[in-house]
């Protein structure tokens, strides 16, 4: 069973600039394929961006290509998001996830196994 333990976040003002770390429990980490998902209030949960295992792929959202960068510590067993040029339509509840599965970098949140508890990020404009 992987944990994965979120912090950061808060109210941020546009322009700004934010980042999220997201520590796995797991000490294989450089074993897991790991994304970021957000859900704003109402909307169903949207993929941000994904990283391969080894950290040499990403695949971006095109929403945040070009502000948002995502990238891994398999020493530390960390990944993280810093988000820059925040924008008030950012604002949601940012998840960290999980998966073994095949190695792919997958975007859909069906395919993850293991989710962090969430962290909220509000832009304000």
């Known amino acids: 069973q992987v944990q994965l333990v979120q912090s950061g976040g808060g109210l941020v003002q546009a322009g700004d600039s934010l980042k999220l770390p997201c520590v796995a429990s797991e000490r294989t980490f450089s074993s897991l394929v790991m994304a970021w998902f957000r859900q704003a209030p109402g909307k169903e949960r949207a993929f941000v961006v994904a990283i391969s295992k080894s950290g040499a792929y990403t695949y971006y959202a095109d929403s945040v290509k070009g502000r948002f960068t995502i990238s891994r510590d398999n020493a530390k067993n960390t990944v993280y998001l810093q988000m820059n040029s925040l924008k008030p339509e950012d604002t949601a509840v940012y998840y960290c996830?999980?998966?073994?599965?095949?190695?792919?970098?997958?975007?859909?949140?069906?395919?993850?196994?293991?989710w962090g508890q969430g962290t909220q990020v509000t832009v304000s404009s």
């Open positions: 996830a999980a998966t073994t599965g095949t190695g792919r970098v997958v975007t859909t949140s069906y395919e993850y196994d293991y």
